[in-house]
């Protein structure tokens, strides 16, 4: 089965800088990566995904690239705000068709410092 | 309103009594799954299903069952509940497996 890496499990940058939130996977045939946000108490939620088709995605102030031949994916946010705190959490498909659900990452908590 | 509900949120329990958590979705959804939640360990799927009465492992299904009888409805059961299942549980439905929307959340303490 898949195996997803994420660095690093704490984040902490000053308001206004960007983020970059990284993570590998195992599986050659994983062809779609979603990223989730979890605000404290809240359920995750998915922001941003990216299929294996495209190497890069972005949406206003996030972002996310994918790297293939690496294997690895990467959120990237730019202009911080407060409400960008929140651990994140990346995924990939628990086989590589994507028919069983997600594996995911062990979360990145983001604290943004005033 | 689109959804997915659980009950209990809150539930604390004792080793060995039996407990069901809810689940259902309002979006006509196929796919439904269980996850849950630890620290430093992040999500992990314990059951998942594809449609009616079609159900399967997954990475840790050990201690719980799941049933499938009808498309909104996907209850988590733990016949035995032991200590090491207090967690966080999300159960989640989507049309396709790779994109899940989960529900509020079940906190579920055992002694």
């Known amino acids: 089965g898949e195996n997803v890496e994420q660095h690093p499990s704490t984040l902490s940058v000053q308001e206004g800088d960007s983020a970059v939130i990284k993570c590998t996977y195992s599986?050659?045939?994983?062809?779609?990566f979603p990223w989730y946000k979890q605000e404290l108490g809240k359920r995750p939620q998915l922001i941003i995904d990216?299929?294996?088709?495209?190497g890069e995605k972005k949406d206003q102030r996030i972002a996310v690239t994918l790297n293939k031949t690496a294997k690895h994916f990467s959120l990237h946010i730019t202009e911080t705000q407060p409400e960008d705190s929140a651990v994140y959490f990346c995924?990939?498909?628990?086989?590589?068709?994507?028919?069983?659900?997600?594996?995911f990452g062990k979360g990145t908590h983001l604290i943004i410092q005033p | 309103e689109a959804q997915v509900t659980q009950n209990p949120r809150y539930l604390i329990t004792v080793t060995g009594k039996k407990l069901t958590v809810t689940c259902s979705q309002n979006?006509?959804?196929?796919?439904m799954s269980w996850y849950r939640q630890d620290p430093g360990l992040g999500l992990r799927q314990i059951y998942y299903?594809?449609?009616?009465?079609?159900?399967d492992k997954g990475d840790v299904p050990e201690g719980y069952k799941v049933s499938r009888k009808e498309k909104r409805n996907f209850p988590l059961i733990l016949e035995s509940p032991s200590p090491n299942q207090t967690s966080l549980y999300f159960c989640?439905?989507?049309?396709?497996?790779?994109?899940?929307?989960f529900g509020p959340g079940t906190r579920l303490t055992v002694l």
């Open positions: 989640a439905s989507s049309f396709v497996s790779s994109r899940p929307f």
């Open positions: 599986d050659s045939a994983s062809n779609y």
């Open positions: 990216i299929r294996s088709n495209v």
């Open positions: 995924a990939a498909p628990r086989s590589g068709g994507g028919a069983d659900g997600l594996t």
């Open positions: 979006m006509n959804h196929e796919y």
């Open positions: 299903s594809m449609n009616v009465e079609v159900t």
